[in-house]
């Protein structure tokens, strides 16, 4: 019998459900799926909920609500479809975002190429053209870890955490790409730099992505990239955006 | 004049913090807020306010203050010696200052933070349903010298009260409850992790809180490849180095670092108060345990305004003490009384 998914709490601030333990592309749409279920049910006590890659959290204060209850909710829930065989969310876009590979701006392109078995050229042309998806939104608002890169690139983070990158870095590590939101310490190593701004809070829409939406990380010059920087005015960082469902 | 509160001088972790924000994790964004919520709660009932208005979170020490109107106060958390135009305030306590008069905050006694509660809260913009600055999503700034707050109505007339805090500025011991990565460290890591007196490290701020200890490091296995899951207040996690790092209320909402426990929400305060240096160590409690403490401080904090007393001066503290007519028709022997 497999043991997913299967539900954990999370402290006192509520419960997880997982539907792997590891990255899998079914285990992610069932947590993109269950989290909208979970939110259509209107349940009292759910305070919020979210996901992460392969998993769904919803938000309940266990100091006022017995765990065994909201446990029984989730199973009967959970056994009421496959959700391993839920569609992607509607309504997603295909951003192109302008990325500087390697140089001073993205020192550890090397290093991280190393750990693929791959040249520093091999591995930019392997990311520049990779389409990797929006796994989930996390860390820091608005920013998003995407994937799956080929299994190669199944690189670990680091031992010690980096003290800084800044915001805009394309960090590798565990078959993903993050485009930070802020600068940040990091174990992820940093393998490009972009001018995007996944979050705004002044906009009408702080938000850039969605859980879902595809990127591409395409490759430019660093004259390129000071170009967009100094006349970016909507955080687009010189993305291009396509509908593609 | 205005309802306003204007820094002449900033310490440099002030900011202003309500309860927090919630409802944007599934985009990234913690709830955040005051790292002391039950000093947010004190200043509120020793106002008579609600406790979601704003307060000045005063980060290790204090600032100067004026105010564009007389103006209520109360001052919670970590004490810091205060004074109004060089009169001493009591630490816990409300007070009125008056127009112009200068509130001069120093540096934290013990604990880290401080609160300035203003009669009306703090009226700054909401920025996504929230007042709370914070900081890692790049939402408000630190104060800073020259900042003029504006400050809202204010529907309460009482000041002069005062209330015996939690104690919770020294360190301790901290309850935490098993999480859903607690079993990745085995039973032995788990012992060890319990029976270790940690020190806070000077290093910490709004987004965690590091732990130093002597002795082997605290490892979980395989702990470099765990796939990044939700993160809360509180989650003690463990980075490569071995050192577990407590995240608090500027957190990130997802991380893949290793948890192995997480601390429940009433020693929060208390986890945010321990000053660097400072002795604290993990008492594992089970949900049901965790639970009945839960409802005791939800209760507790619901009845901080029954706990008001009046402030009771200590004349040998009063440093203007002869400006005072404590004795009415004595006549000084010094004083001119054709002036």
């Given at each position: 019998m497999s043991q997913f998914p299967r539900i954990r709490s999370v402290g006192m601030a509520g419960l997880l459900v997982q539907f792997a333990d590891a990255m899998s592309e079914p285990a992610n749409r069932a947590a993109l799926a269950f989290r909208a279920a979970v939110d259509s049910q209107?349940?009292?006590?759910?305070?919020e909920t979210s996901t992460s890659l392969v998993s769904a959290f919803v938000s309940v204060d266990l100091g006022a609500t017995p765990v065994e209850a909201l446990t029984e909710k989730l199973s009967d829930l959970l056994a009421s479809r496959d959700w391993l065989d839920a569609p992607l969310p509607e309504g997603r876009t295909l951003w192109r975002v302008p990325t500087l590979y390697g140089t001073d701006a993205a020192p550890q392109l090397a290093e991280a190429a190393e750990a693929a078995g791959l040249s520093p050229e091999e591995a930019v042309a392997e990311l520049s053209q990779a389409r990797v998806r929006v796994l989930t939104i996390g860390f820091a608002p608005g920013q998003p870890y995407t994937g799956e890169l080929a299994?190669?690139?199944n690189i670990p983070r680091q031992q010690a955490l980096s003290k800084a990158v800044p915001q805009g870095a394309l960090v590798v590590a565990i078959r993903q790409l993050i485009v930070f939101t802020n600068t940040t310490p990091t174990g992820w190593r940093h393998i490009g730099q972009t001018?995007?701004?996944?979050?705004?809070?002044?906009?009408?829409?702080?938000?850039a992505l969605s859980p879902g939406d595809e990127m591409i990380f395409h490759n430019i010059t660093a004259t390129e990239l000071s170009r967009i920087q100094s006349t970016d005015a909507d955080g687009d960082g010189g993305a291009q955006r396509e509908e593609i469902a | 004049m205005s309802r306003t509160v204007t820094l002449a001088s900033a310490g440099p972790a002030l900011s202003v913090q309500d309860m927090g924000r919630p409802g944007f994790l599934a985009q990234g964004l913690t709830r955040g807020g005051a790292m002391d919520t039950l000093a947010l709660a004190e200043g509120a009932a020793l106002l008579g306010q609600d406790p979601g208005l704003a307060a000045i979170e005063l980060g290790g020490m204090g600032g100067t203050f004026t105010f564009g109107e007389d103006t209520r106060i109360a001052l919670t958390g970590a004490p810091m010696p205060a004074s109004c135009d060089g009169e001493t305030l009591a630490w816990y306590a409300s007070h009125l200052i008056p127009a112009g008069a200068k509130l001069v905050i120093g540096v934290a006694q013990t604990g880290n933070y401080g609160y300035l509660h203003v009669g009306g809260g703090i009226d700054v913009a909401e920025r996504m349903g929230a007042r709370a600055t914070h900081l890692s999503a790049g939402l408000g700034a630190l104060l800073a010298a020259g900042d003029e707050l504006p400050v809202g109505p204010d529907k309460g007339t009482s000041t002069g009260m005062t209330l015996t805090p939690e104690a919770r500025f020294d360190g301790g011991t901290v309850r935490i409850v098993a999480s859903m990565q607690t079993d990745l460290f085995d039973a032995q890591t788990q012992d060890q992790f319990t029976a270790t007196a940690f020190k806070r490290d000077a290093r910490a701020n709004r987004m965690g809180v590091r732990l130093d200890h002597d002795g082997p490091a605290i490892a979980a296995a395989g702990q470099l490849n765990i796939l990044s899951d939700v993160i809360v207040q509180g989650d003690i996690q463990v980075t490569g180095d071995g050192a577990p790092f407590v995240l608090m209320a500027d957190c990130q909402t997802t991380g893949g670092y290793p948890r192995i426990a997480t601390v429940i929400p009433a020693d929060l305060p208390r986890m945010a108060q321990a000053p660097a240096g400072a002795t604290l160590r993990f008492s594992f409690v089970d949900m049901s345990e965790a639970r009945a403490i839960q409802e005791r401080d939800t209760a507790a904090r619901a009845k901080l305004k029954s706990t008001l007393r009046p402030l009771l001066r200590?004349?040998?503290?009063?440093?203007?003490?002869?400006?005072?007519?404590?004795?009415?028709g004595v006549v000084s022997a010094t004083h001119d009384p054709y002036q």
């Open positions: 209107g349940w009292p006590e759910v305070r299994e190669h690139w001018a995007f701004r996944t979050f705004r809070p002044d906009s009408e829409r702080p938000f | 200590d004349p040998s503290t009063i440093r203007d003490l002869l400006s005072y007519t404590l004795i009415s």
